[in-house]
């Protein structure tokens, strides 16, 4: 019988491919244990069944009885030795050894006494059990067939007559167990194709759970560096450039610039302290948390104008509502997305442009498609070739992009650089 252990051509020397007869085995071998478990059983209770029949049913002289009881015992040991073993590994060497046995001693059983003939119910479903793949089962059967045939005809003193009536049923006996075994066969053929299949699942399962974890893992790893690129690292910088100045006037003994500076130099440092914290914490970004897009962005131009000297123009119209309600977009995940471009641009135009000013618009469209804009715009030298493809603003366009909206960078009309962002009202993406 062909189990859910095995895979096809397990018995004949064929391969089922790498590893697969293992994983099946795997999945299933717990509930075969099991079961072999309960056919040791059965074997044993027919045997000493059969046994108990032949010395009650009388039919059989001493000598013919203990020749029956040999037989027995030679196969209760045949199947300790070789069948029980088989059963669990499917090690078909020790399967074909123990069906030599089987044959044999069930052959010379019977030819003792004709209660003997039950053993043939745990024979034929010992060959069907142990033997792959089904033809060799088939094969044994008729030989198991045959050999208790001229063994009831040797009860008889081996005539023609008697070996001529006791072929038919045993024909139909063969044929009986034949066909019931074929049956039994393909049912567990089915299940060792739903088991490989329910592998296979798992498996596939696993391989997507993988795949998703680890896509999970560097999108989190590319928004950690925007975040840490957008506001640690740009307030950084700021720190530097303006301890750079303090120094600097410190030794042309300007002790207000150098003051002024540092205090500069402090509220950066703060303000870099409360980012990391909420980037630890997973909360909305500090200028965001209780204010509006518009107060954010006039604090970051206020901040920007001390750090720089730089003046800054801010034009904000219709968005006044708090970020944590919905803000400018009315989403605020698009609020962070503008708040994170005018960083990037204000931070684009620190490192590059030598503007003498900059000015940011925004503002709120209400035509069919309604939508929040917003204008980063300075006088300075523009952005250098190839900046476009930069970490800074390749991250803005993804940011941008998450939500719905649209980005584009060119150059302003009277020089310098044009940063706008268009992001929907609705909101886009959380």
């Given at each position: 019988m062909t189990t859910a252990?095995?895979?096809?051509?397990?018995?004949?020397?064929?391969?089922?491919?790498?590893?697969?007869?293992?994983?099946?085995?795997?999945?299933?071998?717990?509930?075969?244990?099991?079961?072999?478990?309960?056919?040791?059983?059965?074997?044993?209770?027919?045997?000493?069944?059969?046994?108990s029949a032949m010395a009650l049913g009388g039919g059989t002289d001493a000598r013919g009885l203990w020749t029956a009881y040999a037989a027995m015992a030679v196969m209760l040991v045949g199947y300790a030795v070789w069948g029980a073993p088989a059963a669990r590994s499917r090690d078909q060497r020790r399967a074909l050894a123990y069906t030599v046995v089987l044959v044999a001693t069930t052959a010379v059983a019977v030819a003792q006494g004709g209660l003997a003939t039950f053993l043939l119910f745990a024979s034929f479903t010992q060959l069907w059990m142990l033997l792959e793949p089904p033809r060799r089962a088939v094969v044994a059967s008729v030989a198991l067939g045959?050999?208790?045939?001229?063994?009831?005809?040797?009860?008889?003193?081996?005539?023609?007559?008697?070996?001529?009536?006791?072929?038919?049923?045993?024909?139909?006996?063969?044929?009986?167990s034949v066909l019931l075994g074929l049956w039994f066969a393909a049912t567990m053929r089915r299940s060792e194709e739903r088991a490989r299949l329910l592998h296979e699942l798992r498996r596939a399962q696993a391989?997507?759970?993988?795949?998703?974890?680890?896509?999970?893992?560097?999108?989190?790893?590319?928004?950690?560096?925007?975040?840490?690129?957008?506001?640690?690292?740009?307030?950084?910088?700021?720190?530097?450039?303006?301890?750079?100045?303090?120094?600097?006037a410190l030794d042309r003994g300007e002790q207000d610039r150098a003051r002024e500076r540092l205090v500069v130099v402090e509220q950066t440092a703060r303000d870099n302290l409360a980012e990391a914290r909420a980037l630890v914490a997973a909360f909305a970004p500090v200028p965001l948390q209780g204010s509006t897009l518009a107060e954010a962005l006039r604090r970051l131009?206020?901040?920007?104008?001390?750090?720089?000297?730089?003046?800054?123009?801010?034009?904000?119209?219709?968005?006044?509502?708090?970020?944590?309600?919905?803000g400018a977009t009315g989403h605020a995940a698009a609020d962070v997305v503008l708040l994170r471009a005018a960083q990037e641009a204000l931070a684009n135009v620190r490192r590059h442009a030598g503007a003498r000013s900059v000015t940011i618009r925004?503002?709120?469209?209400?035509?069919?498609?309604?939508?929040?804009?917003?204008?980063?715009?300075?006088?300075?030298?523009?952005?250098?070739?190839?900046?476009?493809?930069?970490?800074?603003?390749?991250?803005?366009?993804?940011?941008?992009?998450?939500?719905?909206?649209?980005?584009?960078?060119?150059?302003?009309?009277?020089g310098g650089t044009r940063v706008e962002v268009h992001v929907p009202v609705s909101g886009g993406a959380a």
């Open positions: 252990d095995d895979a096809p051509g397990a018995g004949d020397g064929t391969a089922a491919g790498p590893g697969a007869d293992d994983e099946v085995a795997r999945v299933t071998s717990d509930p075969w244990d099991r079961q072999v478990v309960w056919w040791d059983v059965g074997f044993v209770l027919i045997v000493l069944l059969t046994a045959v050999a208790t045939t001229f063994a009831i005809a040797a009860q008889q003193g081996f005539d023609v007559p008697t070996l001529i009536e006791a072929a038919p049923q045993m024909g139909i006996a063969i044929a009986f391989e997507l759970a993988e795949s998703h974890h680890a896509a999970g893992v560097t999108a989190e790893r590319e928004r950690i560096a925007r975040e840490i690129h957008d506001t640690l690292a740009q307030g950084f910088t700021s720190v530097v450039t303006q301890a750079q100045a303090a120094t600097a131009a206020d901040r920007f104008t001390a750090e720089t000297g730089t003046p800054v123009l801010l034009d904000v119209a219709g968005a006044t509502a708090p970020a944590r309600a919905g925004l503002t709120r469209d209400g035509g069919g498609a309604p939508d929040v804009r917003l204008e980063v715009t300075d006088d300075g030298r523009g952005l250098p070739p190839g900046q476009v493809d930069g970490l800074g603003l390749a991250g803005m366009r993804e940011r941008v992009s998450a939500v719905g909206g649209t980005l584009a960078v060119e150059p302003g009309e009277g």
